[in-house]
């Protein structure tokens, strides 16, 4: 199996601030990574898809990049419906997996 | 716009079977590239994948869970399905149904989720 390892698992930051979350893959997975938020008591999100494409209707202030094992989610300008949990999920083989989640709190 | 329902018992008994339906609307589960996929999320913890079938009717499990696990197709009804057998506490968990795009592998639409308790 593919592990995923998300860093850090929580960070505290405030309006406006930037927030870089990494996500580093056990083996090579080319750019098949995607990201997604989920909010308290609501199903996850898809943010971002292929490593950096951003999916219909995410806002700019969201940015992927990376390649092979190491990858980034950016959120530039943090706003208050960010505050969230974001995930990151490799689709290179099956069965697929999940990084353990990065809780974005506020400072 | 594609939409993913979740329905099933909320309450399983310990060694007793899971079952849960997926019923989608605003598009054909028929429709070529895409899968159907369970994802399970235990209180307070991550994401965990229990498989997928594709519109063709293949099936693809988790190992960890592939011996209890099994989804099935109804396109009649434009739903799926998922059972899970032998249930203990740590098949507690949110259950979502979600779509998988073929190309990327990408879990595009998701249900809105059922919790699903384990308890005598």
């Known amino acids: 199996d593919i592990q995923m390892t998300q860093s850090p698992s929580s960070l505290s930051a405030s309006v406006g601030d930037r927030v870089t979350i990494t996500c580093r893959a056990s083996q090579s997975i080319s750019r098949y990574l995607n990201w997604y938020q989920q909010k308290v008591g609501k199903a996850p999100k898809l943010l971002i898809y292929?490593?950096?494409s951003l999916d219909t209707g995410v806002p700019s202030r969201f940015s992927g990049s990376g390649s092979g094992t190491d990858f980034t989610l950016t959120i530039i300008s943090l706003q208050p419906e960010d505050f969230a949990t974001y995930y990151c999920q490799q689709g290179y083989s099956t069965p697929l997996t999940f990084g353990g989640g990065t809780k974005v709190e506020i400072k | 716009q594609l939409q993913l329902q979740e329905s099933g018992s909320g309450l399983v008994k310990p060694s007793q079977t899971l079952s849960l339906t997926c019923a989608v609307s605003?598009?054909?589960?028929?429709?070529?590239?895409?899968?159907w996929s369970w994802i399970r999320q235990p209180p307070g913890k991550g994401l965990e994948w229990i498989g997928y079938?594709?519109?063709?009717?293949?099936?693809y499990y988790n190992p960890s869970l592939k011996s209890r696990v099994t989804i099935s197709v109804d396109r009649s009804k434009n739903q799926f399905s998922l059972k899970l057998s032998s249930v203990t506490a740590a098949d507690t968990a949110v259950y979502y149904c979600?779509?998988?795009?073929?190309?990327?592998?990408?879990?595009?639409?998701w249900g809105q989720g059922t919790l699903v308790t384990v308890s005598s």
């Open positions: 292929a490593a950096s």
């Open positions: 079938i594709y519109h063709s009717g293949s099936t």
């Open positions: 605003g598009g054909s589960i028929s429709s070529g590239g895409y899968s």
């Open positions: 979600a779509r998988v795009s073929g190309l990327t592998v990408t879990f595009d639409y």
